[in-house]
């Protein structure tokens, strides 16, 4: 059987001229010729398209577009007027209609700015799509309005209807009624600018998305009630799900806020804990400035659910949370040694206030992580005493350790260069970012090799773990 492979158009960020485009069509036309492999990916991101130019292609996408499963259309519209964008937009709405391409699984229309008129431009590329599970609309400047609109278009219901009803037999009728919720197993809708109002609409929406593996909503200005209603919507599709338990592999909810479950009619953290106690495949968790309060807190309530879920967690992002030097860093130890040694890959703790204390109660634990490769310890207030027992804690298979923002004025310089020594990128406060930034790459580079998996706004050793709990 032929094997599958990428029809792409690589080069500068520019809007593609028509003769670039009668040169990537003869490219193509060889590739399709030679039958050697089945088009099953088409990757036409960072570049911008006009009409003109996507005619010229237009013989060769017509050719692939029976077989294509994954269109890569992130970033296409960029600098174009904007009429130019809706044509273009429109030209791939044509183009993979239903009846032409009748297998597209996965779209990444990323970066692409989205209004209400766009959506109107291209139903065959969201509700239209009769096998679409994996979607991709991150950073496309979607508003409220646009999120209550898109919400229903998938399958999420009126926005005048109540969509978390605790009735899940109710729910699950509503899910069967039509839209391509049940179906939908990524759902990437970081940074957009939706605010509470547009996260009560995606409420409505995942209440109904009973095959949800992965979901971001980082950076979407979600607030404490739009992110109460995001998790009240899990928690209601969780009622759904086979025994209580959800699929879940994937949660981003960084910049979304929690609050510390004191007040449990209006924080979120309540519903969080019942969603983790949901999820035992929950690889991913990004909860990064999520507002659970100083010191444990609420981090205590967040652990027991983890523990409870069995989550086997292989990539943590609780940056921000001003977990401290005690209580915080305790528990936070007593958790990842008693559950996640076996698993952790990354660790992201910046802006904790840890220090060096807090660090001290960490680093035994975290020598036991065999796994992990990617810590992250920026702006933690670490002082000597903590660079030292960085120095001589050898974490056994770290590749990455961020430390910028710290207090290493007075640290000893051969104490620093012991520290970089040990592992392949570190950056520190004196360290060139660029640099660091172009080996931490290089690093990644080597996970991905053989990932064929995408994974919006993730980053990172862990993507290549949490792409093969996907299942390819």
Avoid at 67 to 90: E, N, Q, R
Avoid at 200 to 206: E, N, P, T
């Amino acid at each position: 059987p032929l094997s599958s492979s990428t029809l792409a158009a690589p080069g500068p960020r520019i809007v593609v001229p028509e003769s670039e485009a009668r040169a990537i069509l003869s490219v193509w036309t060889a590739q399709l010729d030679s039958n050697a492999a089945i088009i099953t990916t088409l990757d036409l991101s960072c570049r911008s398209w006009t009409v003109p130019a996507l005619l010229v292609l237009e013989p060769a996408l017509l050719r692939i577009a029976p077989t294509v499963t994954h269109l890569k259309l992130d970033d296409v519209i960029a600098s174009l007027p904007t009429a130019d964008g809706f044509a273009t937009l429109g030209f791939f709405n044509r183009i993979f209609a239903p009846e032409a391409a009748p297998h597209v699984t996965r779209v990444n229309l990323s970066d692409n700015a989205l209004g209400t008129r766009s959506l109107d431009v291209i139903p065959n590329l969201l509700e239209n799509a009769p096998r679409l599970c994996h979607l991709s609309l991150h950073n496309c400047g979607m508003s409220l309005e646009v999120a209550a609109q898109l919400s229903v278009r998938l399958g999420g219901g009126d926005d005048s209807a109540e969509s978390t009803s605790t009735d899940a037999d109710a729910d699950a009728n509503a899910a069967n009624a039509g839209g391509i919720a049940g179906q939908l197993q990524s759902l990437y809708l970081g940074r957009n600018q939706m605010g509470p109002e547009g996260a009560a609409s995606f409420g409505r929406l995942l209440s109904r998305c009973r095959s949800l593996r992965h979901l971001s909503y980082a950076g979407s200005r979600a607030l404490g009630p739009g992110t109460r209603a995001l998790l009240d919507g899990l928690v209601t599709m969780a009622a759904t799900c086979p025994d209580g338990l959800t699929g879940l592999i994937e949660l981003d909810f960084d910049d979304c806020s929690f609050g510390t479950g004191a007040d449990g009619a209006a924080d979120a953290l309540g519903p969080l804990c019942d969603l983790l106690r949901s999820s035992p495949h929950l690889a991913k968790l990004v909860l990064k400035d999520g507002g659970l309060g100083p010191g444990a807190g609420g981090f205590d309530l967040l652990v027991a659910a983890l523990v409870a879920g069995a989550c086997p967690l292989r990539y943590l992002d609780v940056g921000c949370l001003d977990l401290g030097e005690e209580d915080g860093a305790a528990a936070l130890a007593a958790y990842i040694g008693q559950h996640l040694t076996d698993t952790l890959v990354e660790l992201h703790l910046e802006t904790n206030l840890i220090e060096d204390g807090g660090l001290a109660t960490l680093l035994p634990v975290l020598a036991k992580c065999t796994k992990l490769t990617v810590l992250n310890l920026t702006e933690n207030g670490l002082e000597e005493e903590g660079y030292q027992a960085l120095a001589d804690t050898r974490i056994p298979n770290l590749r990455k350790l961020l430390m910028k923002e710290n207090d290493e004025e007075d640290v000893a310089d051969e104490v620093k260069d012991a520290i970089r020594d040990m592992y392949p990128v570190v950056l520190m406060a004196d360290d060139d970012e660029e640099d660091a930034t172009a080996g931490a790459a290089d690093v990644d580079d080597e996970d991905d090799a053989g990932d064929g998996e995408e994974t919006p706004a993730a980053g990172g050793a862990a993507d290549d773990a949490l792409a093969g709990a996907m299942g390819g």
